[in-house]
Structures are given as C-alpha cells and as structure tokens.
C-alpha cells in the first residue's frame, strides 16, 4: 500500500450516518433563472430521464435541471466544461465526479474551493450533481417499497446516460467526494465495478457500521437531524433487520471491489491544524478520522493499494480543497491525462 502523511485542520459540516451526538454537532451550508433546454434529451426512450432546462452560470459552468424518474421531480446538476467542448463537439471527454457532503447541495464544490481553476487546464468534464441534504448516495428502502428518492439510479443510471448521450462524456470518469460525498464516492466505484478508474473520500464516512452493537439505532439517526421529520429508517432500513442493505451500503465492507480502482482517503484527526479551525477538538472530523482509518485498514487486509493523507485538520472547506489539490494529479492520471 501507497501512503502518504501530511500535517493539516477547519470548523464542520457533515458525516450524516453518525451517532446522534455527532450528528447534531454538524452545521449547514448554504441558482438563477434557466433557460428552456433547445430538444429534449435523446435518452430520454432509455430511462426516461431528460434535461428541461441549461443555464451558463458562469464560464465553463452550466447548471443542468434534470427531468427524473427516480427521483420523481425535479434535480439539478452542474457541469465544468473544458476548453473547446461543445454539445455538437466531434470528440468525447472524460468526467470527474464531485460529489458533495450532508446538508450542502451541487453548488458546494465551485462554492468551497477553487475547482474551476484548478480544472480550467484539463480535458476533463467535471459532474457536480445534486445528492440531497440526507440522501446518502443510496436509492431509499422506505420500508420495503423502494421509489423515490433514488439517487444512485438517478447519478448512475439516468444521469451517466444523459452525459454520455448529450454532452459527450466518454466512459472514462473518476470520483471524488468530501463528508457524505466521501461515502457516495467509494459506494458508487464499489457498486458499480469498471465505472471508475479511480475514487478518493475527504472525510468520508466510508465504514457506515464503525462501532456498531446489535440493536444500537443511534447508528442511524444522522438523516433525522440533517433533515428533520425524516426517519432515518427509510434510507437503509434497521441496522439489525434490514442488515443486508446495511452492508450492501457499507463500502468497508465492499472493499475487496474495490481492486484495480486507484484509491485515495484523506482525513483529519480533528484538531485544528496548520488551515486554522476550531479551538477543540471537531467531533464529526475525528470521528470521519476513525471511519477512514478502519476503511484503510481493511484495504491493506485484502492487498488492496491506497494512497492516504491523515493529518491534523477539522471537518471544513480548507482541508477538502488541499485533499482536492493533492489527489487531483492521480485522479487525471487514472483518466490517462497528465
């Protein structure tokens, strides 16, 4: 295994399948008028997912609204563009997903950090969609009915189609995410094996089961908070009786799918670092430290490589946009850019 330490820290947002007294410790986070799509999209006869509306809110920055079926509405997505695409372009790109954390939404990434400097020089389409303030990555149990939400069916199945039928994404993507985004990141290249070449988790609550006892529900309580009236049972079910979906969502213990993907994991110890922070030790930051740990730890068990950054740094913006910076050059090189 591949390892890196570096020394770092900042105040926080979201880990949102903590326990309770986690949970409740996290802060939230914070779109213009759109123009009607030109056609609809030609995926439409395929998941009957399609783009209504495109608004350029910025350069290389499109923001989508999507037309889903899994979802049952309405959901936006934002798009990084690179330098000479265009919808009617002869070439293809390939995607870099940013996903983003518990109560935030498909702004946070150009939001929080310098992502459209950083990826103003690549040949790279970077997918900023929209994962709900409690959504987990995860199309919802509820109660054994399934239907909306579905968020992986509407990133990996509706919207991957829209992308690579309508705004030339090829099939070569690689996937990042902080907070909530870290888990999404790991479970979709788990879950969906060949779809990433590469995936990194800032602060990600990449073990969903850490510490879990038998008939302890505090385990789930997380969407509750972040999204009050919510019961968290409809995302994954009870840890005990629905405890199948529990570690099908689990990517500590899909790790061993992870084999050929280049990984990355970064987190902090919680203690504010050398990018300023809290002056106490950040608890949603120390315990995403301890997921990651454990999630690393059962990567080396199975021979599996990963490069990782542990550090001292809170759960906040500064820390993800050097996790970014640091992970970015192996990101590209996954995509076969340099």
């Not at 591949?2 to 996290?26: D, E």
């Not at 094996?193 to 969903?208: C, K, N």
């Amino acid at each position: 295994m591949l390892r890196r330490s570096t020394p770092v820290a900042g105040p926080g947002i979201l880990a949102l399948l903590l326990p309770p007294v986690l949970a409740a410790a996290l802060a939230a986070a914070v779109a213009a008028p759109a123009r009607p799509a030109a056609a609809a999209s030609a995926n439409a006869a395929a998941t009957g997912a399609k783009v209504v509306a495109e608004t350029a809110v910025a350069p290389r920055t499109l923001d989508l609204t999507v037309q889903s079926p899994a979802m049952g509405g309405q959901e936006k997505v934002r798009l990084l563009v690179p330098s000479g695409w265009s919808k009617d372009a002869r070439r293809t790109w390939p995607t870099l997903w940013l996903l983003h954390g518990g109560v935030d939404d498909y702004t946070a990434w150009t939001r929080g950090t310098d992502v459209a400097d950083l990826t103003a020089p690549s040949p790279v389409i970077v997918v900023m969609p929209e994962g709900g303030s409690c959504g987990n990555y995860s199309d919802w149990w509820n109660y054994g009915n399934g239907g909306p939400p579905e968020w992986e069916t509407f990133h990996m199945k509706e919207l991957r189609t829209i992308l690579q039928e309508d705004y030339r994404a090829n099939g070569r993507s690689a996937i990042a995410g902080n907070s909530m985004g870290g888990l999404g990141a790991m479970l979709y290249a788990a879950r969906f094996p060949g779809a990433f070449q590469a995936a990194a988790a800032f602060s990600g609550y990449v073990d969903t089961l850490y510490g879990y006892k038998p008939g302890d529900d505090s385990i789930g309580w997380g969407p509750s908070f972040s999204c009050p009236g919510t019961d968290w049972r409809r995302v994954w079910g009870a840890p005990d009786a629905q405890a199948a979906i529990w570690h099908a969502h689990n990517p500590t213990d899909l790790a061993g799918r992870l084999a050929g993907v280049r990984l990355y994991v970064a987190s902090g110890n919680g203690t504010a670092g050398s990018l300023g922070g809290l002056p106490f030790t950040d608890p949603v930051e120390a315990a995403a430290d301890k997921v990651s740990h454990a999630f690393v730890d059962r990567l080396d068990a199975l021979g599996i490589p990963v490069t990782t950054s542990f550090f001292d740094g809170q759960h906040s913006w500064p820390y993800w946009q050097r996790d970014l910076h640091d992970a970015y050059p192996m990101l590209m090189r996954a995509l076969g850019i340099t």
